[in-house]
């Protein structure tokens, strides 16, 4: 009625192990990737905010007619 001895499921347990590995892989890979466009659009805002100051600091020349 019931089963003598175990199945052997240790491909199964190889597989879910190889899924896992590969699924946090991935996940790592998307943390680092976003981490690096992250600090590029800081670099960027900075650049940005930067040129926005040098020209609120240059007079602007007066046109009048």
Do not use: H, W
Not at 24 to 38: D, K, P, Q
């Amino acid at each position: 009625m019931f089963l003598e001895t175990m199945p052997d499921t240790s491909a199964y347990m190889i597989a879910g192990f190889g899924i896992s590995f590969a699924v946090m892989g991935i996940y790592v890979l998307s943390m680092y990737l976003r981490n690096t466009n992250l600090k590029r659009d800081a670099e960027m805002l900075k650049s940005l905010q930067a040129e926005n100051e040098k020209s609120k600091a240059k007079p602007k020349p007066n046109k009048k007619k």
